[in-house]
């Protein structure tokens, strides 16, 4: 909860699901550029933006090829792929692209200073009536909506990797987000193809990170005590609990660096002793062993790109 932040009104100029017809992305890399495309494959004018010009690019190449290998492999027709791209823009100019756009979805890098001052620019051009909502997996909304000056149209609008796949989206209001804006987010994301949750109150690391982040802190307290083999860890999860991977290779497809972050970002939140980020997961960090994008983690892989 954020200080400075009212309750909510019992109006709110938030629209219904009706009322939102373009939607802005911001932030082009993996998981903003597929937040757009599913945007647009739902039928919804898109932008995403970028301040970099060349990541813009890159987007528009890998989302292109993506959606001609999704026709080539027959789950989606290519009159259908063509449409969505057609629906997709991309865009450097962030006053100009907010400008018209109903439903905006920050997902930018993971920097609270950042956001900040995203989130007061959209203050200030985006139309009144437009929700914005954040990406973040760590950082709750209030932390950026009083600086929008409608913090009833804001909240977490937390999307998995890889974005056009995975089905969950959690939901997360903060203590001015109105209901209205609620019903309306939840629907978007039933529209999108996913299968929101609510969550109702702010908490580190909302659903998802903390249950996964207790099953990853158990296995590396195992690990550490020579209980068991990573492989053996990993393999336990597989056949005894039904997970399609184990948590040693979950945390190396994630990224190592971001486990870290994560913990980092929890440990600032809460400052509880039970959250401070795992010495093993740090030094491999530091190492420069970031699990399957660095070709080592807890466990090697081929060099990226092969």
Do not use: W
């Amino acid at each position: 909860m954020s200080a400075g932040i009212p309750l909510p009104s019992t109006e709110s100029t938030a629209p219904s699901i009706e009322g939102i017809r373009t939607i802005l992305v911001i932030g082009s890399g993996t998981m903003g550029s597929q937040i757009g495309m599913a945007a647009a494959l739902a039928g919804y004018e898109t932008t995403v933006q970028d301040i970099s010009a060349e990541s813009l690019a890159k987007a528009r190449a890998e989302l292109t090829a993506r959606m001609e290998a999704t026709v080539a492999k027959g789950r989606l027709a290519a009159a259908e792929a063509e449409a969505a791209l057609g629906r997709l823009s991309f865009a450097t100019d962030l006053d100009a692209s907010a400008a018209g756009a109903d439903f905006v979805i920050e997902a930018a890098t993971e920097r609270l200073d950042i956001k900040e001052q995203i989130f007061a620019r959209l203050g200030q051009v985006a139309p009144e009536h437009a929700i914005l909502a954040t990406n973040s997996s760590t950082l709750g909304a209030s932390k950026v909506a009083a600086a929008t000056g409608r913090p009833d149209r804001v909240c977490n609008m937390h999307f998995f990797n890889p974005a056009l796949v995975m089905k969950c989206v959690e939901v997360v209001r903060h203590r001015a987000t109105s209901q209205a804006t609620v019903e309306t987010t939840l629907e978007l994301a039933r529209r999108l193809g996913k299968q929101p949750v609510l969550i109702n109150r702010e908490v580190p690391g909302f659903i998802a990170n903390r249950l996964m982040g207790a099953i990853q802190k158990e296995a590396l307290a195992l690990a550490a005590a020579g209980i068991a083999s990573r492989e053996d860890i990993d393999t336990t999860a597989r056949t005894a609990l039904g997970h399609p991977m184990g948590p040693f290779e979950l945390m190396d497809m994630v990224g190592l660096d971001v486990i870290d972050f994560i913990a980092q970002a929890t440990y600032a939140e809460t400052g509880d002793a039970a959250d401070r980020p795992d010495a093993q997961v740090a030094a491999l960090v530091a190492e420069g062993k970031l699990g399957r994008k660095s070709g080592q983690g807890f466990y090697a892989y081929p060099a990226p790109g092969t």
